[in-house]
């Protein structure tokens, strides 16, 4: 399968509509961000997605962004993080100065998908995207993200992140450092 790999989409409005109709498949509906909250976000940041594309249609991505301490610190105290929960004043941009710390929303693959590369390819260019923010002056700190489903829980301790706690529901708060990112399966260390 031929699978591209892409951080920017042809139109802002469209990547939104194209992300959330994704998130109907991977995601419960209170879970889910409406369009204006996850616009404004990226607006904030528009340097926080890999997309995968077959043939034009996006079957996978993957939703990052440098966060402030205020944030980070809601992360591990609160048992309840939902989309709609994080706002724009709680995403960073890149500089030149300070730690970013990152967290990822979201990883949602198509089912028709899943159990092919799509995740892979995901997985392996978000680490190269790390490694390339990192390098730019940009010290990456911690790197946390909930796991929702078995199939995150799965994704992310692959990539060598560890739990930190339960949270409500039964969901798991992980976190990783960059030294420790692996690709998935551990078959590269992060160098």
Same mark, same amino acid.
């Given at each position: ?5 892409? #951080? ?5 409005s469209?990547? /939104?509509? !194209? ?7 991977? &995601?419960?509906?209170?879970? +889910?961000?409406?369009f ?8 904030k940041? *528009?340097?926080?997605f890999i997309? =995968? &594309? #077959? *043939?034009?249609k ?8 440098p /966060?402030s ?7 591990y ?26 967290? /990822?929303?979201?990883?949602?693959? #198509?089912?028709?998908? +899943? ?5 892979? #390819?995901? =997985? ?5 995207k790390? +490694? /390339? @923010?990192n ?9 946390? =993200?909930? =796991?929702?489903? &078995? ?5 992310? !301790? ?8 339960i949270?409500? *529901?039964? &969901?798991?708060?992980? *976190?990783?450092? @960059? ?10 260390r992060? !160098?």
């Amino acid at each position: 399968m031929e699978l591209k790999i892409k #951080h920017k989409a042809k139109s802002d409005s469209e990547l /939104i509509i !194209e992300v959330m109709k994704l998130d109907k498949m991977g &995601y419960p509906n209170y879970m +889910q961000g409406t369009f204006d909250t996850i616009y404004a976000r990226f607006k904030k940041n *528009e340097d926080s997605f890999i997309l =995968a &594309y #077959h *043939e034009n249609k996006l079957v996978g991505y993957l939703c990052f962004f440098p /966060i402030s301490d205020n944030l980070l610190n809601k992360i591990y105290k609160d048992d309840d993080m939902y989309d709609t929960d994080i706002l724009p004043k709680d995403i960073r941009s890149y500089g030149k100065e300070g730690i970013y710390n990152i967290f /990822i929303i979201s990883i949602v693959v #198509h089912p028709d998908y +899943q159990g092919s590369d799509v995740i892979k #390819h995901i =997985a392996e260019s978000f680490v190269r995207k790390i +490694q /390339i @923010i990192n390098v730019c002056g940009n010290s990456i700190g911690k790197i946390v =993200a909930n =796991a929702v489903s &078995y199939k995150g829980k799965n994704f992310l !301790e692959k990539m060598n992140f560890t739990n930190k706690r339960i949270l409500n *529901e039964g &969901y798991l708060l992980y *976190e990783c450092f @960059i030294e420790d990112l692996y690709y998935l399966g551990g078959e590269k260390r992060y !160098e």
